[in-house]
């Protein structure tokens, strides 16, 4: 198994670190996606029930209030977006994808989400090489025990649970080139797992281990794939992204100036900048102090690494 380092910062050279792309404040940064139609960088604010939406080089940024907080989102190839609120699956319309400052979408509910289980919320997902959405719910409660899910969901199918094992916290969902790999993690348990993934009959096989992180500061929170199939994930608690080649071997630690790193994403026209989201949650006033741009998106580009864009959701109207 990989050898990981006691500090964030170890072996982590000007080349393999990430500086302030933009300033934010954001509670809980996550979800972070480049979207190549708008030529934006968009993530959610958990805590604050808000998607935003960024152009590099302006100064202003897109802000949509939401009627409930936001774990996870897709981009639609109709140029909607689908949402994970909280408790439900929505489609959201905005009006103009470009447009700057605070917007409200219009909303459409699709199908709630654990709807008995008052303890839970959608947290992170993206889509499959397929275009379905693949997410996962989290354990609110302070008792943090095992009881979120992964589902798929798509027009074609609807709703289908995956038959993978309960968790607390659902993280580091991705896909590997070829869709057929899938990968994700319960944080808590700190390690990231593996499985066959097959789109159409959602169906998984042969669950295994696929990396465990093993400093007791690092805990596995959003992960991506490159077009390598390396595995590109951020570490909470630790101020790192770390990448791992496709059999799980540690390759590289790339520092980040703030500890809770979240969500990891390639993008930029060549998809070849490697952009972080990041969260002011859990940190003391001593530790906001000392990092002050936590909350920030952070960014960099490092050499011969090239991003694997996410599918778009597949919201083609039924034959």
């Known amino acids: 198994m990989p050898t990981e380092t006691p500090s964030p910062f170890e072996h982590a050279d000007e080349q393999a670190s990430l500086t302030l792309a933009l300033a934010q404040s954001a509670t809980l940064g996550e979800g972070l996606q480049w979207h190549a139609g708008s030529a934006r960088w968009w993530w959610t ?18 802000n949509v209030k939401l009627p409930d907080r936001l774990g996870s989102f897709a981009h639609c190839r109709s140029g909607r977006l689908l949402l994970g609120l909280a408790k439900r699956l929505c489609l959201a319309t905005l009006a103009d994808l470009q447009a700057t ?7 459409q509910s699709l199908v709630p989400v654990d709807p008995a289980e008052p303890r839970t919320r959608i947290n992170d997902g993206r889509t499959d090489r397929r275009g379905f959405f693949v997410f996962g719910t989290m354990n609110q409660a302070s008792d943090k025990r095992p009881i979120g899910s992964f ?7 609807g709703l289908r649970r995956l038959a993978l094992p309960a968790v607390a916290i659902a993280n580091s969902i991705c896909f590997s080139p070829d869709g057929r790999t899938m990968y994700f993690c319960d944080t808590l348990s700190q390690a990231i797992m593996q499985c066959d993934y097959d789109a159409e ?3 998984i096989a042969k669950l295994r281990l696929f990396t465990r992180i093993t400093p ?8 991506v794939i490159a077009a ?10 630790a101020g790192r992204v770390v990448q791992y080649s496709p059999e799980g071997q540690l390759m590289r630690v790339v520092g ?59 919201d083609s109207p039924m034959p």
């Open 101 to 107: 400052g605070s917007s409200v979408p219009a909303i």
């Open 228 to 237: 390598d199939g390396s595995l590109w994930n951020a570490q909470w608690g």
């Open 216 to 223: 007791d500061h690092a805990w596995p929170d959003g992960s």
């Open 201 to 203: 009959s959602a169906q």
């Open 151 to 157: 589902y798929q969901y798509s027009l074609q199918h």
């Open 45 to 62: 604010d958990i805590e604050a029930s808000t998607l935003h939406a960024w152009t590099p080089g302006d100064e202003s940024t897109l």
């Open 256 to 314: 980040v100036p703030a500890t809770n790193t979240t969500c990891p994403a390639f993008g930029g026209a060549d998809c070849d900048e490697l952009m972080v989201t990041t969260a002011r949650s859990d940190l003391s006033r001593e530790e906001l102090e000392r990092l002050p741009a936590s909350g920030s998106l952070f960014a960099g580009r490092l050499p011969l690494v090239q991003g694997l864009p996410d599918a778009l959701f597949d």
